[in-house]
């Protein structure tokens, strides 16, 4: 059975960091892309970032530059580190795992197949 469990979330001001944390098991996390996600409240889900099996990164536009996602495959866990966190950043965060192996990246919701149970992440201005 395959499990997410994402960690790490929490009320930071605008300017902080945060690094959330994916624990995998029941499968091999860096065998497949995996991304992370965000739901603020009232919205969809959306596209945060994906990281191919191959380590091909890929971003949203409003988090360029600011996040990055990585993977310790010892571990069999992925991180999402987030820097100079706005307001609009606030939001339920999730991982995710793909059962697909790609060269640029997946970035719908619909091609993931496994899901995290999401961790808040609240910025203050």
């Known amino acids: 059975q395959v499990q997410l469990v994402e960690s790490g979330g929490g009320l930071v001001q605008a300017g902080g960091s945060l690094r959330l944390s994916c624990a995998a098991s029941g499968r091999t996390f860096s065998t497949y892309d995996m991304g992370w996600f965000r739901q603020a409240a009232g919205e969809e889900r959306e596209f945060v970032g994906t990281?191919?099996?191959?380590?091909?990164?890929r971003y949203a536009d409003s988090v360029k530059g600011r996040f990055t996602i990585s993977r310790d495959n010892a571990k069999n866990t992925g991180y999402l580190q987030m820097n100079s966190l706005k307001p609009e950043d606030t939001a339920v965060y999730y991982c995710a795992s793909s059962l697909r192996r790609t060269t640029l990246g997946l970035v719908r919701p619909q091609d993931y197949n496994y899901w995290g149970q999401g961790t808040q992440v609240t910025v203050s201005s």
């Open positions: 990281l191919t099996w191959s380590g091909g990164r």
